[in-house]
């Protein structure tokens, strides 16, 4: 039938898109840098490591078989921690080691077939510390812009997510969450379920709609 690829566990939001996409019956694979492995029930880890893809290429294969990759979503972001009111890279940037991953799997992605992009929003947020954020998340829009100049290749789509801050996304204090979430309609930022319920609808369907676009989820500009 076919199989899902996340790049990045995602989060809350990863683990909600990996059960709805395995609920259709297809096989959800998933990469990631955390450590101990997240929960993520009916998806299958696979041994890619952004900081030697070299290495994990010949194992990414063997996993995914050949049978056709229903959809590709890309969380991969370097990690970062919040120390004060400053934000820290991790030890390195491995836009470049995405780069080889997404010409590897070039070949398995057919016409229409969705390539997603999660965008952490806070380079939007007009604080002091997210310099590096910015830095990275450009460079990040700017493989999005590249991959999406091809009107009739595989359909690649932006989603900007901000929500609910677990464990595992100590780059968002409380005073953050309170006050973006005071400038939505709801007063709240958007669920994880409810960002997953969108991005399987935008895999699932296949739909050209929103195709070159980065999307916001609801809460506006980040102050």
Known sequence: MGSHLLVGSGGETGQALAKKLSDQG???????HRRPLPDLPPSRFLP????????????????LGQEPLLSLSLFAHPPFRRNSDSLKPGPDFPIASLIRLLDHLRPRLEPKTPVVFFFPSLSRHRADGYLAA???IGALQGLFGELSRNRRGF????????ITPDRTTPH????????IAGRTSRGRLATAD??????????????PLFHGQILQTEGGPYF
């Open 26 to 32: 297809a096989t959800v694979f998933v990469t990631t």
């Open 172 to 179: 968002i204090t409380p005073e953050m969450v309170e006050r």
């Open 48 to 63: 890619w490591d952004l900081e030697a893809p070299e290495q994990s290429l010949p194992d990414l294969d063997r996993a």
């Open 155 to 162: 359909l690649v789509t932006g989603i900007d997510t901000l």
């Open 134 to 136: 910015r830095l990275w």
């Open 194 to 207: 409810e960002i997953a319920d969108f991005a399987a609808w935008l895999i699932c369907s296949r739909s």
